[in-house]
């Protein structure tokens, strides 16, 4: 495998350059300014003669000798979820300071990676500015959305990748990796949890025309019976893996009721415009026989329902993501990936052990006198959110754990990283004579 030099822009923790090296990079310069993620950066790898500190790239001229220029641009502008300010964003405006790096340094290759909010059909113009940038510099220029499960990590991350290649330079056309899936569970990454005798039948992964992934309803059972490897706590949806908090909270046959006929009820359009809409006594009397006002303050004082200024009822938990008391979704041992990790945090947890059942209701009741009411869960450490990325269990970190999470869900997954590096066209790109470090 011939060596090559690279360029480390936008750092972070090294998720790059864990996937760089293993494929023959050798890093000579690396760029960031957060100073938790430099502090965790050098524990990993000390500063030593054949690299340099470039600090902030938007002063940056010169790089050091190099083969090839790559990154994760940093990507909240573009956010689907977001204003989508895009290049009216400081942040967006990053990718101009990228543009004139390659410009002035003409790196043989480069590989930039971003958030799926840059594709979304309101960020086009944008998508098509920066790729035409590229062109203008003399570059073939390539992109394509890819999901880190598809190369061996357990996490549902899809991230758009852009590469460019020098025109002058005349090789092969540049082909994305194939997808390499794992057979890994969460047992397999993760500390202490209980590997199943018998692992229960999990959804099937599926596939478009194209071979991209298929995803998977939350609360979706195949024909063939198989079940989600994982619950969601929520007030708002039903399903067979959807737990409520009346199932959780001591409540009567008469309360979950109530509850049920609520949430069956609250997207009515009678009630409002939303998705979910806060009801009126009377609206949730014409549906109750019988109901008492005094019934609903009962189920306020379990923190079930809450009253508004205008008397109108919601679930206390009204937020999907917001999950019951905290905890959103909690994953099995068996499961195949966990919940996305993401820079603000998460609300997913894991289980200690699994279980498995004949019926979906089997299924969901043996998850709550199992799991849910001893509570056999609770949330992962910073190695492992870092294992469930792809990072290796040797890898660093300092004692802020939540500057920890945040770094980890800022980083690239670094198996994609490598699965990119060995789809460039080496043998073409890096000659052995310029590779002397």
């Not at 001229?61 to 909240?76: E, F, S, W």
């Not at 993760?190 to 229960?200: A, C, G, R, V």
């Not at 309803?217 to 195949?222: I, Y």
């Amino acid at each position: 495998m011939k060596q090559f030099r690279f360029i480390d822009l936008f750092a972070g923790i090294g998720g790059f350059r864990l996937g760089l090296e293993a494929v023959g990079g050798i890093c000579v310069g690396s760029a960031e300014i957060d100073q938790q993620a430099i502090k965790v950066y050098r524990q990993n790898w000390p500063t030593d003669r054949s690299e340099h500190n470039l600090g902030d790239i938007t002063t940056l001229q010169q790089l050091p000798a190099h083969d090839l220029v790559v990154g994760g641009v940093p990507c909240q502008p573009w956010s689907i979820a977001g204003k989508n300010q895009a290049f009216d964003d400081p942040r967006g405006q990053l990718w101009a300071d990228v543009i004139r790096l390659v410009r002035i340094n003409q790196p043989k290759a480069f590989i930039f990676e971003n958030v799926k909010g840059l594709i979304d059909p309101r960020n086009r113009l944008c998508l098509e500015s920066i790729l035409d940038s590229f062109k203008a510099e003399g570059y073939n220029v390539y992109y394509k959305l890819l999901n880190s499960f598809d190369y061996g990590v357990a996490q549902n991350r899809d991230r758009v990748f852009i590469i460019g290649i020098q025109q002058k330079l005349g090789v092969p056309d540049f082909s994305f990796p194939e997808y390499s899936e794992s057979e890994q569970r969460l047992y397999d990454i993760l500390d202490n949890l209980q590997t199943p005798s018998i692992i229960p039948e999990s959804l099937p992964i599926q596939r478009n025309l194209f071979g991209e992934r298929i995803e998977v309803g939350f609360n979706k059972l195949t024909p063939r019976g198989a079940f989600n490897d994982f619950f969601i706590l929520n007030d708002i949806r039903n399903g067979p893996t959807s737990i409520h908090s009346w199932e959780i909270y001591a409540t009567t046959e008469r309360e979950k009721q109530i509850c049920t006929t609520i949430m069956r009820n609250r997207g009515n359009p009678r009630y409002g415009d939303c998705d979910g809409n806060p009801m009126s006594y009377q609206d949730i009397a014409d549906l109750v026989v019988d109901l008492a006002e005094s019934e609903l303050q009962v189920l306020i004082q379990k923190r079930i329902l809450r009253q508004y200024e205008d008397g109108k009822y919601e679930f206390f938990n009204r937020r999907l993501s917001g999950g019951i008391d905290g905890t959103y979704r909690i994953f099995l041992p068996h499961a195949r990936f966990f919940g996305r990790l993401t820079a603000r945090g998460m609300h997913d947890e894991i289980a200690e052990i699994s279980v498995s059942g004949a019926t979906a209701e089997a299924y969901k009741q043996n998850f709550i006198q199992q799991i849910l009411i001893p509570k056999r869960h609770r949330p992962i450490t910073v190695n492992e959110a870092a294992r469930i990325q792809g990072f290796p269990a040797t890898f660093k970190f300092h004692s802020n754990q939540s500057a920890n999470f945040r770094l980890i869900g800022n980083s690239v997954a670094p198996p994609v990283i490598m699965a990119l590096g060995k789809a460039l066209p080496n043998d073409h790109l890096f000659e052995p004579e310029l590779c002397e470090v």
